[in-house]
């Protein structure tokens, strides 16, 4: 079994930047690929971007060049640095984890309002 923490949603104005963490309690983490999804108000669950262990990354047409997907698999945790946020952005955002099954996290809320 997987748990999944995410931290670091909240408000921000257009134009701003959050940095999103992923805790995993998963038991060998490094061979999980790890990835984060949004889903906003009456729309389907997207994904956003996903990590391999060795770090190879992919991401929606609609954030790349603005958002950055990391890991550190000595910490457990996955990151998503998101920059030039706009108001379409916002969404419940879920890390996942995927190896055989896939895990979800319970979701932190991103806000782009002025």
């Known amino acids: 079994q997987v748990q999944l923490v995410e931290s670091g949603g909240g408000l921000v104005q257009p134009g701003g930047s959050l940095r999103l963490s992923c805790a995993a309690s998963?038991?060998?983490?490094?061979?999980?690929?790890m990835a984060w999804y949004r889903q906003a108000p009456g729309k389907q669950r997207e994904l956003v971007a996903h990590i391999t262990s060795p770090g190879s990354t992919n991401y929606a047409d609609s954030v790349r060049d603005r958002f950055t997907i990391s890991r550190d698999n000595a910490k457990n945790t996955v990151y998503l640095q998101m920059n030039s946020l706009k108001p379409e952005d916002t969404a419940v955002y879920y890390c996942?984890?995927?190896?055989?099954?896939?895990?979800w996290g319970q979701g932190t809320q991103v806000t782009v309002s002025s």
């Open positions: 996942a984890a995927s190896r055989i099954f896939t895990y």
């Open positions: 998963a038991p060998i983490f490094s061979e999980y690929i």
